[in-house]
């Protein structure tokens, strides 16, 4: 044996990959994504059987074969690569607005794959933007020097390049995660007071001139005006946000039972797949199903900045806290539309929701925080 080998170095190897893993947030979505895909099973058995749940297992599986690969890449060869990531996605945006997007329900927010199968760029957006904020800001945070207002207009500009695309399609849901995403990096990273309120400000205003001109769809405005008066056409646009409230309503504490919710499995409540599938647990699971479901999604969130919190480097930081932020504003705005609380846009709840793009976004996300983490943990072997 060559001087200095260890007999057990193929072991000790493989345990550090593993400890540089966090096994909680990896267990966690995992789990979330199981129960994802049981409330997608039921909301769809009647009428396809099984073909749903094996779609949302199989994008699953790649899921976390896409998180596994980028936290293997490491935190510097992620560091690297981060402004090319954020560039394609800034392709992919741009490739939806030509004659390869396809539009859904007033947005045009996907492009066709095959085999029936679609791509929505805005999805990986969130994770590229995280990225490239991580990269302009960890640089100047970590020879502790407070970012200048260059770099603080470059971040905003960086934000608002894809926010404008996404409001393009239009898609105000996408548009304000990456806002939310983006204003949180911004000013934890040292941002000065008077660029975080105004940008503040022009976000409301953003938001405000989306409600009250054309650049939202008929379709799109209809349903927030279903939010603040649902029962004003309860045969129209108001129908959808009526029949969740009444199946999450009727759940009560224990729920009706697996499979077994009125409306739920009387196919009462469109997209219950994917924009309302908290509907399927609040009805058939009951308040105690929803609420454990909201513990898991909480305890990837919590999990998350923790992660942050412990990175070894402000590029891992900055990551997590961006892709903290972005699931939990995007679970607390889904769960919103579903109880009644918030408009309905259509974002799709993290883990849970049937969709290619969204499940493979979502993990993604964890494999860069693992990344973080091991920068964390890179000294423990």
Not at 215 to 231: E, H, K, T, V
Not at 262 to 269: H, K, L, P, W, Y
Not at 323 to 337: H, I, R, S
Request: no cysteine; hydrophobic share 50%; net charge positive.
């Amino acid at each position: 044996m060559p001087r200095g080998a260890h007999p057990d170095r193929p072991l000790l190897t493989l345990r550090g990959r593993w400890l540089r893993q966090d096994v909680g947030l990896l267990v966690g979505a995992a789990g979330t994504s199981v129960v994802g895909a049981l409330l997608v099973w039921s909301a769809t058995h009647e009428a396809a059987g099984t073909a749903y749940l094996v779609r949302h297992l199989l994008n699953t599986v790649i899921g976390v074969g896409l998180a596994v690969a980028v936290a293997r890449l490491g935190h510097h060869g992620l560091r690297l690569v981060a402004p090319w990531l954020y560039g394609v996605s800034l392709l992919g945006l741009v490739a939806v607005l030509t004659p390869l997007g396809l539009t859904i329900n007033g947005s045009r927010s996907w492009i066709p794959v095959a085999a029936g199968f679609t791509v929505q760029p805005s999805e990986f957006a969130k994770v590229g933007l995280a990225l490239v904020l991580a990269f302009v800001f960890a640089d100047r945070w970590e020879r502790r020097v407070a970012p200048s207002n260059r770099d603080v207009a470059l971040g905003w500009v960086l934000a608002a390049v894809p926010v404008a695309l996404i409001m393009l399609q239009p898609d105000l849901g996408s548009a304000v995660v990456l806002g939310a995403l983006a204003f949180v990096v911004v000013a934890i990273a040292g941002a000065p007071r008077r660029w975080v309120v105004g940008v503040g400000l022009a976000a409301v205003g953003i938001v405000v001139a989306a409600l009250t001109t054309p650049l939202l769809s008929g379709y799109q405005r209809d349903r927030i005006l279903a939010f603040a008066n649902p029962s004003a056409d309860p045969q129209g646009i108001g129908y959808q946000t009526r029949q969740v409230r009444l199946a999450i309503g009727s759940g009560g504490w224990s729920g009706q039972g697996f499979m077994e919710g009125r409306q739920t499995q009387g196919g009462f409540i469109p997209y219950q797949l994917n924009d309302f599938v908290f509907s399927v647990a609040g009805e058939e699971l009951g308040f105690v199903g929803a609420a454990g479901l909201l513990v898991l999604l909480s305890f990837i969130v919590i999990r998350t900045f923790v992660v942050a919190g412990r990175s070894g480097d402000a590029f891992g930081r900055f990551v997590g806290v961006g892709v903290g932020t972005w699931l939990a504003f995007q679970v607390f705005q889904n769960v919103g539309m579903n109880l009644g609380v918030t408009p309905v846009t259509g974002l799709p709840l993290p883990f849970v929701s049937y969709g290619g793009s969204s499940m493979f976004a979502s993990w993604l996300a964890v494999g860069v925080v693992n990344a973080a983490y091991a920068a964390g943990h890179r000294d423990r072997v």
